[in-house]
């Protein structure tokens, strides 16, 4: 490590040398690189944590380049996933970092595998059955993690740290409504760098204190009306009845809750994922839907815009997964899966 790098940050007296030790040691996960996990992956990366792996299942799409860090044209033309784009970018920034992407969706079969050997969880998803996975696979390994949200120019941060603080759960019995999605409301890329970076902070802060150093209030933001609203979550810890933390449910963990097929929020996209999980031959597809429309290939993915079906792209995934772009409708996005995708 070249201490020079990180001058300015040894300067600050909370972190010193001895915290950016700790800082090169720490493994961390991101769980989804889209808005706000780029941003936190680009701070971290930059901050000099040592490891990181970034998680995410989607590809590079030109709405993202508004707010998305990391990402570029180039990376949309190409079709790049999300992981390997921002993998590489952060590799440029700063090659003392172990970067490790993973180019999937998280679910109940793999998370515990994708946060296997991390100190900290990094929540950049985009959706609360993610997040109820996130909390019950954190106090099933006593990981903490911190979550993040945004909508429109509101967000908000808490920190979770197993049998230390109160739960997603004791917050919140299960995935609220969609009352309001970043398809109805929008979001703007500052509010989102304000939660990324409210994340940061205190990950920065559980890290170099060697894990003394917890924030137990939520911090609730509107960007565009400058407030800020912090709200203590002691109360809620010490008269927790959660059958989470205090006992030992794990809905999402152990597959009861939880869905094999989403719309993606702000896409006009449906990721359609197979039960029984394989790998397909990309190259051998390739060759199958050359007849039926035009097609792309890379490394990660394969694309086909389908010539009697023009308005819809098809995004196939090695691990048989497949994103359907120009709909939001999950049967039509089920039937164009099984018309194009060999089972
Ligand atoms: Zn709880």
Redesign the pocket.
């Known amino acids: 490590m070249n201490p020079d790098r990180y001058r300015k940050q040894i300067l600050f007296q909370p972190i010193g040398s001895e915290g950016q030790q700790r800082l090169a040691s720490a493994r961390v996960a991101i769980i989804g690189c889209g808005a706000l996990g780029s941003s936190i992956a680009e701070t971290l990366t930059r901050a000099g944590v040592g490891y990181l792996r970034i998680i995410d299942r989607d590809f590079v799409d030109l709405s993202n380049l508004q707010r998305q860090h990391l990402f570029t044209e180039a990376d949309v033309a190409s079709h790049q996933p999300k992981a390997i784009a921002a993998s590489q970018r952060l590799q440029e920034i700063n090659s003392e970092v172990t970067i490790e992407p993973h180019v999937t969706d998280v679910h109940s079969g793999n998370i515990a595998s994708l946060v296997h050997s991390c100190d900290l969880i990094m929540d950049g998803t985009d959706n609360f059955e993610t997040r109820f996975l996130i909390n019950d696979i954190a106090l099933e390994t006593s990981t903490p993690w911190i979550s993040g949200g945004v909508i429109a120019a509101r967000g908000q941060v808490f920190t979770i740290v197993p049998q230390q603080t ?2 997603l ?2 917050l919140l019995d299960g995935e609220p409504p969609q009352t309001e999605t970043c398809d109805t409301s929008g979001v703007i890329g500052p509010a989102v760098n304000i939660i990324a970076s409210l994340q940061c902070t205190r990950a920065l802060q559980w890290i170099t204190s060697a894990g003394s150093h917890i924030d137990r209030r939520m911090t609730i933001i509107d960007a565009w009306e400058g407030s800020f609203q912090q709200v203590d979550l002691t109360s809620l810890w010490q008269n ?1 009845d ?1 059958p ?3 006992g030992s449910e794990r809905l999402w963990l152990s597959g009861k809750r939880g869905s094999q097929s989403t719309a993606l929020c702000g896409r006009n996209a449906v990721q359609i994922a197979p039960a029984d999980r394989r790998t397909i031959d990309l190259a051998a597809q390739a060759e199958q839907w050359k007849p039926l429309g035009q097609i792309s290939l890379n490394p990660f993915l394969l694309w086909l815009q389908p010539q009697e079906s023009p308005d819809h792209e098809i995004h196939l995934f090695r691990d048989g997964r497949a994103i359907i772009k120009g709909t939001e409708d999950l049967a039509l996005a089920r039937t164009l899966y099984n018309r194009y995708v060999p089972s």
């Open positions: 109160a739960c759960r004791c927790r959660c989470a933390c205090t």
